[in-house]
Structure formats: C-alpha cells, structure tokens
C-alpha cells in the first residue's frame, strides 16, 4: 500500500510568484494535514482539509490556500511568495503517517 | 498558551550509551502524547504514542514515559546506535484535530 505521496520533492520559486503543492493521502483515509517547517523550527499546523471542505486553518495569511479534491487529494496554494515562506511543506494523512515533503526555496 | 520544550541544543553521546530526551508540556491536558524521529529534509514518522494512564511504553531499544504531574515526558534510546542519530519530535495531544510539535532535540550518536 502506497504511503502519503507529495509532489514535488524540491520547487523553485522567486519572490511574489505562486507555487502549488500537492499531496495524496492514504487510501481510505479522507483527511489532509498541511504543516510548515522553516528551518530550525518546528511543524506549524497551517490546513486541514477532510471530505472536501477546509476544517482549520492555522496562523497563517490568507495567501496560503488549498482545496481537496473529490478522491480526498490535496493542494496548498501559496501566493505572493515571500523570502520566509521557504520551508520544508509536510502534509499528513493522520498524526501519524506523513509525506516525505516539498521543499520551496523563496529567491 | 500551549507551549512545548524540548532540549534546543544537540545531544551528543558514544554508541552503546543511553540516550534520553525530555519534553515539557505547559497550559494544556493532554490526552496522550506521541514521539517521531524526522531525518533531515524529510516528513516525521511516527515512534511510539503514551496515554495520559500509562507511565511508561517500550518498543525495541525504544522507552518513554509520562508524568501528567510533572508534565513531563522522556524519551529513552538504549544501546544507542549511529544509525539513530536524527531529530526526535514530542506532540503532546489532546485528541483534537490537529497535532501540535515540539521544535525537537538533534540526536548525534558517535561510534
């Protein structure tokens, strides 16, 4: 059985661009967790997407987004790109069984 | 606010030794409370979960407990290896919907 999946491993982006994160989670399960780890620090809790519908949001600005889609995969959208948004994106499909990342390098 | 410590600096001790990591919990009740190993540039995974009415859990080299009074956990590696050299997260719970993390402590075990 396929783990939680993220795409892609590494993006580039420069500043004030967009960049789009995607994430599919575990069969069966109908949940999406999107978290942030800047280096050095630890996971912030940013979404929370289950059946479709955004649960939860984190302390984080509008420009951060997703959506779900109908086979329970996910996508983080972050506009505006700032230098600190570079960080290591995990999505989670249970407090247990995470992705391996996306990293996003800010220039 | 919930707050979470754990040792910010890097723990280092010799192969063979045992290594212990602490993790102190602030403002909140939690109703269990998990441990995760992440490697560098890569997602957590999951090592062991203790419930608010367990002292203490093993798995393999692998040891925690939980003081609610304290509120305190330790996180044990006996017979420590280089292979476990890694950052060790804690995530006390409460059972919502989200799992909150500790900044975790760096793990460096020599041969």
């Known amino acids: 059985e396929a783990g939680v999946t993220q795409s892609p491993t590494h993006l580039i982006k420069t500043r004030g661009q967009q960049a789009t994160l995607r994430c599919s989670p575990i069969?069966?399960?109908?949940?999406v967790y999107w978290y942030q780890q800047a280096l050095g620090l630890g996971l912030q809790f940013l979404l929370w997407y289950d059946e479709g519908e955004e649960r939860n949001r984190g302390n984080f600005p509008p420009r951060f987004s997703g959506r779900q889609f109908p086979n329970y995969s996910s996508e983080l959208n972050v506009n505006a790109l700032e230098l600190e948004d570079s960080a290591l994106y995990l999505c989670a499909s249970s407090s247990v069984l995470f992705g391996p990342g996306t990293r996003l390098t800010v220039l | 606010s919930q707050k979470i410590e754990q040792n910010s600096e890097a723990l280092n001790i010799q192969e063979g030794k045992t290594a212990t990591l602490t993790c102190n919990y602030t403002?909140?009740?939690?109703?269990?409370l998990q441990w995760y190993r992440q490697d560098p540039g890569r997602g957590p995974v999951f090592l062991l979960l203790i419930r608010e009415n367990e002292k203490e859990k093993r798995k393999e080299r692998l040891k925690v407990t939980f003081d609610t009074t304290l509120k305190q956990s330790l996180f044990h590696i006996t017979a420590s290896q280089p292979a476990d050299s890694a950052t060790y997260l804690c995530a006390p719970n409460t059972g919502g919907f989200k799992t909150i993390f500790g900044a975790g402590t760096r793990l460096f075990v020599k041969a």
């Open positions: 403002n909140y009740s939690p109703a269990y």
């Open positions: 069969s069966g399960h109908t949940s």
